[in-house]
């Protein structure tokens, strides 16, 4: 970031306090759904695996019977509807993280600026009880959520706040968190946790990056951390021959196809190697353009926890006692 916008992150941190301070002192005050609202949510903008998270954590809910669904904004969506998101429809319509989160987890997701409006809208659609999955929720303090999980990168520690640096809030704030999640390779930033004073429980996160079999490929994406996903593949045999980069939740242009090609031709590569997210935010047409010069494949990064078991019976036993008895009944009944 730019050494340029120092001066405004003191400006942004007095903006950061005073909301809090309005919630945690009552002067506003969150809008409650009918059913439990589970955050998961992250300090910094973008890449510390909060979306794979989500996936996981809906798959596995979905695995003890229990109804599930996401809330989402929808970030960089053009639509301004409340609605459902219909797997395999379009980034534009949906946003690009809730298409692939209702593609590879199965639950129902719903998508609008107000997640408390597309919470009403899940509950209308199901009788019974069902647990909300609040995605990247931990600064969206109008909804009212039962449990924040929160996912730390390591660099958390030595950003600046926004916009100077990548961090949305400080350290601080960690304290309304219920669960911290750390990836393994990230196990040293537990020490610097509970030196802070935080005695939170902690998730530990395995992250493994699925590759296609492909020997020469164009590598590019537009995520936050693509300085990650780029050794990623090298290191698991990919002979990456260019690579192309673009901001997060970048939209693809015609321009942008021609240049893929272009480096393709020059390179002489077998293939185009991209990421689930990036995949789902090409346009059909663009697309199929790309697959006329050569296969598009995605490398898929899945994540799961060292206790799933343990996790899942440590985030229920957090929930109210009425959504746990309520559930409990519907997974007894043949």
Known sequence: MSRALFPLVPLYAAAVRAKNLAYERGWARPKRLRWPVVSIGNLSVGGSGKTPLTIRLAQLLREQGIAVDVLSRGYGR??????????????????????????????????????????????????????????????????????????????????????????????????????????????ALEAELRGRGLTQPVWWMERRLEVPEVRRAIAFCAIAREEEFFPALRSRGVAVMAVRAWRDHHHYTEADIAELIELRRQHEAEAFLTTEKDLVRLQPEQRRVLESAAPVHAAKLLVTLANEAMAIQQLCGLLPVNWRERTGELQQTP
């Open 78 to 187: 053009k639509s301004k509807v409340v609605e459902r998101v219909t797997p395999g429809g379009a980034a534009e319509e949906f946003g690009d993280e809730p298409l692939l989160i209702a593609e590879a987890s199965g639950v129902p997701v719903f998508v609008g600026s107000s997640r408390y409006q597309a919470g009403m809208l899940a509950e209308a659609a199901v009788a019974g009880p069902v647990l909300h999955l609040l995605d990247d929720g931990f600064q969206h303090r109008e909804l009212a959520r039962d449990v924040d999980i929160v996912v730390l990168h390591r660099s958390d520690v030595t950003q600046l706040l926004l916009p100077a640096g990548r961090l949305r809030e400080g350290f601080s704030s960690l304290s309304r968190a219920q669960i911290l999640v750390l990836r393994q390779e990230d196990r």
